[in-house]
């Protein structure tokens, strides 16, 4: 689901009485897609099956800054199943995107999302850290906000070899070396 403005209804339901806030998380690993939601049991939503994870899906709190800055935050799922731990080390690798929605869900009388799920927060995972030890499971996974991809350093040279990585067979850089001390007589006969 790509990320849009909030729906009106949702934020009308923050405050209603026997409405419950839930999260969901889906994070594209390198051949399959988790996704979980704060629930128990299969939640339908959107053409997509959202496996509960009930209170095992721990997420930071999340900042909002005024100014452009890239803020991360901090997911955990612990005692999840065996099958999702061993994707996370078979697929789980740095700089995959993530994206956590909230909505509004009524579990009584009968179970229904009341609104469009809001996704606060796109990224890509900085850091994962698995934890299988004998007495829990744990994957955490820090989250960078996609704005840091504009404090990365880009590094490209201007020269046949680089051009060639981008554009094999293109030789427009072959002669820059050449036009350096090139002498070049504008509007003057030479």
């Known amino acids: 689901m790509p990320r849009t403005s909030y729906d009106p209804a949702l934020v009308g339901l923050f405050g209603a009485p026997h409405v419950s806030l839930i999260l ?4 594209f690993f390198a051949t399959s897609t988790l996704r979980l939601w704060t629930g128990v049991g299969l ?7 959202w496996q509960g994870a009930g209170e095992l899906v721990g997420i930071s709190a999340t ?11 901090t997911v955990s799922l612990t005692g999840i199943d ?5 994707a996370a080390f078979n697929e789980l690798r740095q700089g995959q995107p993530v994206d956590i929605y909230i909505a509004a869900y009524q579990f009584a009388p009968a179970p229904a999302m009341l609104a ?3 996704c606060f927060f796109q990224g890509r995972v900085d850091v994962p850290t698995i934890d ?3 007495e829990t499971s744990m994957v955490t996974l820090q989250l960078e906000n996609r704005l840091v991809d504009f404090e990365r350093e880009r590094v490209r040279y201007y020269d046949p070899q680089t051009q060639n990585t981008y554009f094999p067979g293109d ?8 036009l350096q001390d090139q002498k070049i007589f504008w509007g003057v006969s030479n």
């Open 171 to 178: 030789r427009g850089f072959d002669y820059v070396a050449s």
């Open 43 to 49: 939640l339908q939503y959107g053409g997509r099956s």
């Open 24 to 27: 969901m998380f889906e994070g």
């Open 82 to 86: 065996e099958t999702i731990i061993a």
């Open 132 to 134: 299988d030890s004998a």
């Open 116 to 118: 469009a799920p809001y």
């Open 63 to 73: 900042k909002e800054t005024a100014d452009l800055q890239a803020q991360g935050i």
